[in-house]
C-alpha cells in the first residue's frame, strides 16, 4: 500500500485586473500623460516615469495583484514591445564614440527621423587574463503594439522557503504571499504606436486614450535607455562620465574591486524583457476589474493505493492462520479425543 498527495482543481468564478489602458471611470483612466494645448498628448505624467524607472532598477516585475492562496488566473492585455535590430546600416555621427572623449561604453539616442525610434552602442570594458568579457554592439530599436497573453499563480510555501528564478518567457518571484509565478504565454506584434503629438493622428476618440497611455508607458520605458556613459584617461587618473537617467540594468555587470569596469550581457534581449515586465506591471494600476474564471489548487488529498498482488502475502498468510485456526475450533467441538 503506498500514500500519495494528489492535485485537484477547482474553477470558480473570480474578478481579476483588467491591464485595459482605455478602460473609462476608472483611477488610472488618461492619469498617465500631461495633455497639450489642443487636449492632445503632452508628456509623460511623473507618476508613470517613477513606476517604469522603480520596476527597471528593481531588475523584476512588481508584486501582481493575487486571486488568493494557491490560486491562477489569465489574463491578456494590450501593451508594446521594444524590437531591436543589430548592426543597423547606419549610424549617426560619434554614435559609437569620439575617440578625444574618451572609449564609449554605453550611447543612447533618439531618431530624429522617428517618435518613437532610438540608436544603441555599448562597449563592454572589463578584460579576464588578458581576455575581453562581455558584448560590445550597435542597435536601432523601436517599440510596437503587442498583445500579451499572462497566466498568473500564488503558491503558498514555508517561510523558509526561497526562490527567486527568472527567464525570457516565465518569471517568478517571492512575495508576501509566497511565489508568484508570471508565465507569459504569448506576445503577438500588431501595429507600430503612432506619434500621439500630432493631432491628425488622435481624430478616433475611442483609441486616442488608449494611444496616449501606451505612448506614455513606451516614452518612459525608451527614456531608460537614453544617455551616455564613457571613460577617459588621464595622467591624474581615470575619469567616468554616465547622464543615463536610471540605474543599474540586469544585463549590466559592474564588478566590485576591480576599478572601472562595465561586463554588458545580452543587451538586445534585456531590453526586450524591459518591454515584457512592464506590461506585466501594468496589472498593478488601477484600470478596472473583470470577471473571469479562477483556478484553486488543493494539494492536500491522500489517495491510497493497494496493489494486488503485494497484498497476498499479508493478508494471505492472516487468511490461512484464520482458516486453521477455525477448522481447529470446530474439529476440537466436534471430536475431541482427535486433539488428545
Known amino acids: 500500500m ?14 481579476i485586473p ?41 531588475q523584476r516585475i512588481p508584486d501582481l495583484p493575487q486571486c488568493g492562496p494557491e490560486c491562477s488566473y489569465n489574463v491578456s492585455i494590450s501593451s508594446f514591445l521594444l524590437q531591436c535590430i543589430p548592426n543597423p546600416p547606419s549610424l549617426p555621427d560619434g554614435q559609437a564614440g569620439v575617440p578625444r572623449e574618451g572609449l564609449t561604453v554605453w550611447n543612447g539616442t533618439m531618431d530624429l527621423n522617428s517618435p518613437w525610434g532610438f540608436y544603441l552602442s555599448w ?15 550597435n542597435a536601432y530599436c523601436s517599440p510596437v503594439q503587442a498583445q500579451y497573453n499572462f497566466k498568473v499563480r500564488t503558491i503558498i510555501l514555508p517561510t523558509s522557503f526561497s526562490l527567486i528564478f527568472s527567464n525570457k518567457y516565465q518569471l517568478k518571484v517571492q512575495t508576501k504571499g509566497g511565489i508568484q509565478s508570471v508565465n507569459m504565454t504569448s506576445v503577438t506584434q500588431t501595429t507600430p504606436i503612432p506619434d500621439v503629438r500630432r493631432v491628425e493622428n488622435m481624430e ?14 513606451t516614452y518612459a520605458t525608451r527614456a531608460l535607455f537614453l544617455g ?51 506590461s506585466a506591471g501594468l ?8 470577471s473571469s474564471s479562477c ?27 484464520y482458516c486453521r485456526v477455525m477448522i ?3 474439529w476440537f467441538y466436534r471430536w475431541p479425543w482427535v486433539l488428545l
Open 204 to 217: 478616433n476618440k475611442s483609441m486616442s486614450i488608449f494611444w496616449a497611455q501606451l505612448a506614455s508607458i
Open 123 to 137: 562597449h563592454s570594458l572589463a578584460k579576464s587574463d588578458g581576455v575581453a568579457k562581455g558584448t560590445s554592439g
Open 283 to 290: 496589472l498593478t494600476l488601477q484600470l478596472g476589474n473583470m
Open 2 to 15: 503506498t500514500v500519495v498527495t494528489k492535485n485537484f482543481s477547482d474553477v470558480r468564478d473570480c474578478s
Open 18 to 58: 483588467t491591464g485595459n489602458l482605455s478602460t473609462p471611470g476608472t483611477p488610472d483612466y488618461a492619469a498617465l500623460y500631461n495633455t497639450g494645448g489642443q487636449g492632445g498628448w503632452a508628456s509623460v505624467s511623473p507618476r508613470v516615469t517613477e513606476l517604469i524607472t522603480q520596476w527597471f532598477v528593481g
Open 328 to 330: 481447529s475450533t470446530l
Open 295 to 321: 483556478t484553486f489548487d488543493r494539494r492536500d488529498v491522500q489517495i491510497y493505493h493497494y496493489t494486488s498482488f503485494e497484498l497476498w502475502v499479508p493478508y494471505g498468510v492472516s487468511t490461512m492462520l
Open 228 to 278: 551616455h556613459t564613457s571613460v577617459s584617461y588621464h595622467p591624474g587618473g581615470t575619469l567616468l562620465t554616465d547622464t543615463r537617467p536610471a540605474g543599474q540594468p540586469s544585463f549590466l555587470e559592474i564588478p566590485l574591486g576591480s576599478g572601472i569596469g562595465y561586463i554588458w550581457g545580452d543587451v538586445l534581449k534585456g531590453i526586450e524583457e524591459t518591454s515584457h515586465n512592464v
